[in-house]
């Protein structure tokens, strides 16, 4: 795997801000930010599942939708896409498609990550398209931002009657 450089650590800072917009819905907390092979930012997106009732609205297909109608085709050559988790089965088959030339991913997830993790579609060497992957970058944090929000829905809603609910 290729180490992070200084403009992957700035995508994925980015993603991380982005993912924080999904606390708003109650969506689980993933950014995706699609850049040009320039540098130059082509969309950005959060989960959105909750938001819209819909099970594929991830951040990294919602992402590709707009960087597609940004460019004007679903080929996103050159393109790098940070996302702040290790992109799940759908994604990884979303992104090969869309021919993203990179992908930057921060947390690793080892449920259901198909970039290293359980599955690796991304490298997978009987695919026509595979991307270069960069995993773990800013790492800690994008965890972080999981763990919280995970912790928040285990605990729930304080109990009628309770002295928290009070």
């Given at each position: 795997?290729?180490r992070?450089s200084?403009?992957d650590?700035a995508?994925?800072?980015?993603a991380?801000?982005?993912?924080r917009e ?10 995706a930010?699609l850049l040009a092979?320039d540098?130059t930012?082509l969309?950005?997106?959060c989960?959105?599942r909750?938001?819209l009732?819909?099970?594929?609205a ?6 590709l939708r707009?960087?597609?109608?940004v460019?004007g085709?679903?080929?996103?050559d050159g393109s ?11 994604c ?7 021919r993203?030339?990179?992908?930057v991913f ?18 997978d060497?009987r695919?026509a398209h ?8 800013r790492a800690s944090?994008?965890?972080?931002l ?9 605990a729930?809603?304080p109990?009628?009657?309770?002295a928290e609910?009070?």
């Amino acid at each position: 795997m290729t180490r992070p450089s200084a403009v992957d650590e700035a995508a994925l800072g980015r993603a991380l801000t982005v993912a924080r917009e999904a606390a708003a819905t109650g969506d689980v907390p993933i950014g995706a930010v699609l850049l040009a092979a320039d540098g130059t930012e082509l969309a950005a997106a959060c989960n959105a599942r909750e938001a819209l009732g819909d099970p594929t609205a991830h951040a990294e297909v919602l992402a590709l939708r707009a960087a597609a109608a940004v460019v004007g085709s679903w080929r996103l050559d050159g393109s790098t896409l940070a996302v702040t988790v290790e992109p799940c089965t759908m994604c990884a088959g979303a992104i090969g498609l869309a021919r993203v030339s990179r992908v930057v991913f921060g947390a690793w997830e080892p449920k259901t990550g198909a970039a290293g993790s359980l599955w690796d579609v991304l490298r997978d060497r009987r695919l026509a398209h595979r991307p270069e992957v960069v995993g773990g970058v800013r790492a800690s944090e994008a965890a972080g931002l999981l763990q919280g929000f995970f912790a928040g829905h285990r605990a729930g809603p304080p109990a009628p009657g309770s002295a928290e609910a009070v």
